[in-house]
């Protein structure tokens, strides 16, 4: 297997993991309510984003834009986040994380796919096993803040009910088998926003588990890359 992203995780409870990359893919249109999926169609619809051709649908992007970095860099003011869950397939089973699909907005307007290889893809440093949460999984809860000025704001709040199933996602891209081929991750996928979608100087990012009582977080920080002509 060639790994185009190697990560360290930290297991929660004790324990670190190397857990390499060579396949990214990000699900896009996961809502199982249709009609939710359609609000966050229409919202991006506002920002000039075109439908998708299909849903759910999976984009392939460089597994090298996986990162767990504090500080990213993109191109432009255009770009902001959005909170998912995040699968990994290893030979001991799949892992958990949550992260960030950082997407060039302006880009996204006239191709999703282009947009997605715009931007890092921060993800949280720690990741729990899929096993561990798969009894309860509808009740995990996924919330982000957008940062500027020192003011933090609520971003996005839900969850897991709201996004299909991660095994009937991973089934839908593998052609019916239920655990991701070690050295793939997936992103599953993300709801609507509080307010408008708009680019911000830091997004932070949780996934809680009520269950266990535990959470995964992380933050970042975007630094603009000036556009040059």
Do not use: N
């Not at 893919?25 to 996961?30: C, R």
């Amino acid at each position: 297997m060639t790994a185009f992203a190697t990560l360290q995780f930290r297991q929660q409870g004790g324990g670190a993991l190397t857990v390499p990359v060579e396949t990214l893919v990000i699900a896009g249109w996961t809502g199982r309510d249709a009609a939710a999926v359609e609000a966050h169609i229409i919202e991006l619809a506002a920002i000039g984003v075109p439908r998708p051709s299909s849903v759910p649908v999976f984009y392939r992007v460089g597994a090298s834009l996986l990162t767990t970095a504090e500080e990213v860099e993109a191109l432009g003011d255009s770009s902001s986040g959005e909170v998912e869950f995040v699968l990994f397939g290893t030979p001991e089973g799949m892992l958990i994380a949550t992260g960030s699909d950082h997407t060039d907005r302006k880009v996204e307007s006239y191709s999703i796919s282009v947009s997605k290889h715009m931007c890092p893809k921060p993800v949280s440093p720690e990741v729990w096993r899929f096993d561990e949460v798969a009894d309860h999984f509808d009740q995990l809860v996924l919330r982000s803040w957008a940062v500027d000025g020192g003011r933090k704001r609520l971003y996005q709040e839900g969850t897991a009910v709201a996004i299909r199933p991660p095994l009937e996602l991973v089934g839908k891209y593998t052609g019916g088998e239920k655990t991701l081929p070690p050295g793939t991750a997936m992103f599953c996928g993300t709801f609507a926003v509080h307010g408008e979608v708009k680019a911000a100087e830091r997004f932070e990012f949780e996934l809680e588990d009520p269950v266990r009582k535990r959470k995964l977080t992380h933050g970042y920080t975007v630094r603009s890359v000036p556009i040059v002509t």
